[in-house]
Structures are given as C-alpha cells and as structure tokens.
C-alpha cells in the first residue's frame, strides 16, 4: 500500500497545528502563493500585516507589493501575520521563532521585515511580531544579523509614537522606490558596509524614506514641540509623500494570494481610483492621497477579467475612497455586469452614493429584500455637516430613500459621528430626528399592501478622533465622559422619536477612541507607552475582547505620559506638529484656512468643481490637471 | 450531467477544514474552465455536495464531491484541467459520470450514500510498526462490547461501537479498519484506533499516528446480501 505524504515540513509541528484554531493560518501554500530557490535569491523580504491571518490577508496593499517584489527575479517576498492569542503563548512556551508563511523559515534569517500600518491600533502587534520574531524591538539595540524593519501605509503619516521601533519608514506609496531601495541594500552589503551606513544612505539617497534615528526633537516646557531637525548632513528636513501618477502603469497583481480559510475579503478587489475629490474635513485619506488619479477603463476591464481568471473568485468589489465619483463609473458597472452574470460572479459595489443610477444597478445585482441601504451623513444637522464639508443634504438623503423604498428596500444603515468639532445637543438630536423622518417617510410613500415588512433603521454613531493632515488636526478631542454622555444623549434623543421601535441604536466604547486619539497625533513620547503595555500584556486591541484598558492606563501612569495632552488639548496654529517634517501634498496653510471656513460653516467645493490650490497640483496630474470651469488656480 | 470526484488529500492540506476544501474547488473548477451548473437567483452558487467531512489533521485518498456540469470534453479532459489547478495536498483521482435517475427517483448526493469508510493508522515515527501485534486484531474484534465515551447534553454516555467495525487488520507496518459512517450510525477512526492501543497495553497521545481515510463506501443489497462499494464504482467512465 502507498500512503500519501504526510511529513511534515513546516514550523510548527502536527500537535501544536492540531491544538490551535484554524491552524490554515499558519501553513502557507495556498494558491498563488509565490515559491522560490532561496539560493538563487539576493533579497528576502517578509511583508507583515500585525493582525490575525484573515484580516491580514484581505489588505490590497500587501497584494499589491507582494505581487511587485515578486516580479523581481533577485527578490523573494514572503508573508507573516500577528499568530492569534493560543499560538502566541504556545511560540512563547516552546521558544518557537516566528516564521513566513511559504518558506516557514524565522523572520530574524531576512533582511527586510516590512510592516504595514493600517490602523493605530495594531501597535502593540507590531512589538509581538517582532518580538516572536526575536527582533530587539527597539531601532538602536538591533546588530548587523537583524533584518531591516521598515514600515509603511497610512499610519506612517504620523510615525512617531512608534518610530523607535522601526529603522526606517517608507512615506507614501509602494509602487515608486522600492527597487532604489532595496538596490541600495543590496550595494551597501556587496561592498561590506554596515547596517548605519545603509540606514544614512538610503535617508540621503532614496526620496520617501525617513529613518528616525537621524532625526532629534526638543521641546518647550510646556511640552509641545519646539524643533524636529536631522542630525546628519544631506538628511531631508523635509520629506515628500511618494505617489504614483500614471495607475495605468501601475503593477497590479492578477493572480492575487487565495486564502484557504475565509478571509474578511473572500473575493477579488478591483481599485479603480486613488484618492477623493471630497475634501471632508474630518477624512485623512480625502487628504493624503491627493490628488485624485484615475485608473482608466481599458485598464479596469482588462483587470478585471484577469483577476477573475487568476483566483476563481465568485465575487467582485470595487475600491476607492468614493466610487461614484469615477468618471466612467456607468461603463464599467455596465461591462461588469455584463461578465458577471455571463461567469456567475457576485457583485459588490461599496461607496457608492445613493441615487437613482446606483439603486438601478444595486437593484440589479442583489436582492433589495435582503440588502440595505447605507448613508453616512456623519452629522445629524445640516450646520454640522457644512462644518464637515459633508456634501450630503438633508434633501439627499430623504430623496435616496424615498427612491430605495419605491424600489422595494426596507432597511437603511445610518453612519455618524459623535463629537465633531462645535458639535451641539442640538446637532445630536438632529440625528435621532433624521432617523425618525426617514422611517416616517416609509410609511408616506408606500401605501400598506406595497410594504414589504416594517422598515428597519439602524444608526450607528462613532466617536471622532481629529487626525494629522486634516484640517481638523489642529481640533480638540472629546474626553471618554464626554463621549459617553453624546452617546447617552443620542440614545435618549432616539427613544423620544414617534418612530423610535424602528430605529435600532449601536454605539462603540468610548476607551478605544480614546487610546486612538492619542496614537493618532503622538510624539515620540509615545513610545515608551506603547513599550509598557505591551510588557504589561496589551495584544490585539482592536479586539473587543483582547481589549485592556486597565493597562494601558497603568501604563501611561507609569510612564508620567498625560494622555490628556494629546487628546483634549486646542491647538495654536503655530504649533509644530510631530507629523510636519512629512510633506502629503497638501499645504499646512491650506489646511488651516480649511479650518478656519469649517469655524465658520463655510462650504468648499470639490476638486472637479472648483480646485482650491491645496498643494497637490505639485504632483502635476490626476484631476488637478482635468479642465473644468470656473478654476481657482 | 451529474460528476463524481474522487481526490486526495495530504500533506500541509491536512491542517484546512471541509468547508475550506469546499471553497478551495468552487475557485479551482471555475480557474479550470468547467461549465458548472448554479444555483438560480441573486448570488448563484455552484451546485456542489461533499461526502463525509474529514477530521483535522488526516489524510485521504478516498475524498468525494459531486458537481453538475452542462457541458464537458470527457472525463480525462476534465481530469486534467482540475489537476492543473490543485496545488501539492490534493490530487484528482477519478472523474466519472453519475448514472441518470430513474424516472421519479433522485440520484443519491455523495453526502447522504456513505454507507462506510476504510482507514489506515500508521505511526508517525519512522520504523515504528504494528506488525507486531498483528496476531491481536481476532481479539480485539472478538470481544462483545468496545466501548467509548461520548460527551452529550445529558453528561457523558458510553456507545459501544464494536457492531459498527466491520475489518480491522494489521497490514505492513499499518493497522486498517473499516467502520460504519452512515449518518446514523458513523464511527470516528480515532475511537477505534484508541480502544486498539488501549487493547494492546500501548500508550500514545493522538499526534503520534497519523491517520489516513483509504476509501468511501457504499451499499449494495441488504442483510446478507449487503456489499460495500466504492463510491465512485456506482458512477461510469465518459
Ligand atoms: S490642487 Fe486643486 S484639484 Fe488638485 S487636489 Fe488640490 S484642490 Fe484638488
């Protein structure tokens, strides 16, 4: 008899696999996942997501990259994620290294390890991975054997409170000077140069790239910053975003990683711009990924049906921060829809504004009965959403949902926030009363024997955190009484309404936005926080249930670090702030005025309306470029 | 045209659920270019059913799904593109055609005909046989009641499974078994291998075999007449 194989050749043996949850978390192998002779290979790389396996591997980014520096023939780029909590203490125990997924081998045996940093919460999993990974966590303990840790992503627009534990930071995005850089590496290495060297070379060298140790802060008393300077000559003062201005020329993988288990994204994301038109005032991303720049549709359809050929997908989705304002967004739902009725492939079609063009086509791709309707006015009265610079109108609102209930919809989800600068008790009850009006419009247009059931309303309020880059980076934030009271006020605001057995309320915990907000706009002060409640046992905090924050506020005490300073404090538009030596594009100025008009419940058009010379014109393409009337630049 | 398709499973796969293995072939037979029959209506789904889900961390080399398809160019061409599509873990062993349903009769899915399964136990360190206690397995069968505990709501209950190991031999290095797994009735491979090990004074936590589903079964004819026969001999070549 032959039996099949069943060595076993990976990291963790068949005892602790079998002990864990899902162990296809850790095992490598899934289809299209890229192998290669690690003797004829010069540069290993292992791309991390600091979070468990499924979340990791629905992220584009990493797709994106991996796809890319795996077209390098010289270059072998692996994954790693956070280990979930049972396979943590097991690696612990027994003193197992952690390992990338497709060769099993340590991470401490690479010479980059990349992390992407896509929400401030995942800190703490950064210093798990490097510790599992037996990687000193701090920059300046780390020797010649240590591989490079270099992050990436949207939370490197402010890197600094966790800037001591990375050598360097890639600002912006991948597509550019990756290959510079790790020509760089390779260079340094062939002629014997130490890890320092390579560190200052590729800060002089290569334009996107901030290594923090090259870097020195001193402070006023009162604790706010009083210089941000490099220490070496030829190191930038300032630093530009990296930015990819022709997407059609772009990489993009067509044979994407497919997981085995389900991934959060079990299906196949065609990006189809970068960047917003918007400008709302509270939005990072409508900032930092300016300017607009379009993927065209020839690229898309020819993406498209690769991506589908590639993985076996049964789903297609759309990304971008606002899908609706793609300029050939009816040809390409057309050309989808067309293929995917012909291959039996789902459609999904986030972000999309409701208006008669989108219900059509959501009426057509999915069954309105089980579906709902989102809106996110983000304030619930019209002087707080013009504060927001939310074009969204009571007027929109009413009229999409008048629409969506004709056509057979009886659920609305309703996204705002809590705590939005100049927020009154009047803006609050303007959400219940929001709330309350739809429902009753239900009931107005649908006469009884056209209603397909109650209507449902589900509101949902988030607490807001200001963010570096937006003009509200100069607002106060909400203490977490604070935010616990606008809660406890909109709750009550909705139990007064007629309606109010139809509206159904969900909230978050004040604790985590909090501990956010902090991260958010941090110094360097930071870090050492971050050190101890990691010490301490913070892991996952993202995670309701892996939540501490009973350490994390012991922590900050042990520390002496005031979060409060962080948070609640109004900033004076002078204020060097930890995040200004990088340059987004967008000017400071242009910010300020932003939020000078918001002050003022000033409106400001859309980049297609009117451009506003934020800055971004520099970069010299996507919609900056577009002819429209009435320009102000 | 309904399809049988009988695959492996091995290596690293051992460690990926059923239901991963049920949406790892959803994307391989649509890479594979199989003209598969949907469900009707918003989100169609692949008309797909499994037989008899495998336990975490074992082999097989007797797998099943059947799958509908519309069109096709013969069992080998099908086959192939399949195979081209599986990674190192899971092998296309046969495709067959399942035989058209009498009028008013439906074609029993590959779910609900097991009748039962064979298994081999083998143990994971190299050298390590059970050819000595070949001459114990008379014994073990021989005895009236073999009993296991099952944990349920009313607290743990015994079940005694000796009726339902219908083989059980010592082959090579290999302890092989065959047990019922109809739905009523099924056997876990690893009670029996655990009450063999505790029979033959012989103590080893489970990682230390590695167990292998050899074959899926199911019946022909009753009482005495009753035949098991691999699931895929009931389907015809095309
Ligand atoms: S420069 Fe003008 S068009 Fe370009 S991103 Fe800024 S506001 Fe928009």
Known sequence: MRLPDFENRLALSDEILLSVDKPARYIGGEV??????????????????????????SHLGIQILYDMFNRYEDVWCERVYSPWTDLDRILRRENIPLFALESQDPIREFDFLGITLQYEMCYTNILQVLDLSKIPLLSKDRDETCPIVIGGGPCSYNPEPIAPFFDLFYI????????????LYLETKAKGEDRASFLLRAAREVPGIYVPALYETTYHPDGTIASFLPTAPGVPAKITKEIVMDLDRAPYPQKPVVAYTKAVQDRVVLEIQRGCIRGCRFCQAGQIYRPVREKSLERLKKDALELLEGTGQEEISLNSLSS?????????????????????????LPSLRIDAFSLDVMGRVQDVKKSSLTFAPEAGSQRLRDVINKGLTQEDILQGARMAFLGGWNRVKLYFMLGLPTETPEDIRGIAALCNEIAALYYDVLPKEKRSGPVQIVASTSFFIPKPFTPFQWA????????????????????????????????????????????????????????RAYEKGCLYDSWGETFRYDLWTEAFAE???????????????????????????????????EWQKALRQEITPNCRQACQGCGAARFKGGVCLEKREGAAV | MKIRIKFSKYGSLRFIGHLDVMRFFQKAIRRAGIDVAYTTGFSPHQIMTFASPLGMGMCSLGEYMDIEVHSHQGAQDMKERLQAQCPFGIDILSVKALPEPEPNKKVVSAMASVSAASYAAVWKEKGRSFCDYSGQCADFLAQEEILVEKEEKKGTVFRNIRLGIYELKIEDDALLFTVDASSSGNIRPSWVVSRFLDFIHVAAPDSALQIIRLELYTHQGDGPERTLIPLDAIGEEF
């Open chain 1, 559 to 593: 520390c002496g670090v005031d979060p409060d300073f962080y948070t609640v404090r109004q900033r004076e538009k002078e204020e060097i702030f930890p995040w200004d030596f990088l340059d987004c594009g967008v000017d400071k100025s242009f910010l300020w005025k």
């Open chain 1, 172 to 183: 912006g995005e991948g597509e550019t000077v990756y290959r510079r850089l790790f020509d």
């Open chain 1, 32 to 57: 299209n996942a890229v192998y290669k002779d690690k003797k004829k290979i010069a540069l290993r790389f292992a791309m991390c997501f600091p979070d468990v396996y499924e979340i990791g591997m």
């Open chain 1, 324 to 348: 609706s304002d793609y300029s050939h967004l009816k040809e390409l739902v057309d050309f989808l829809m067309d293929t995917c009725r012909e291959k039996n492939v789902n459609i999904s």
């Open chain 1, 476 to 531: 106060p934030m909400c203490t977490k009484d604070e935010f616990t009271h606008k809660a406890g006020l909109t709750k009550h605001a909705i139990h007064e309404q007629l309606n109010q057995k139809r509206i159904k309320y969900n909230w978050h915990e004040a604790d985590l936005s909090v501990l956010e907000g902090v991260f958010a706009r941090g110094d360097r002060q930071i870090a050492p926080v971050i050190l």
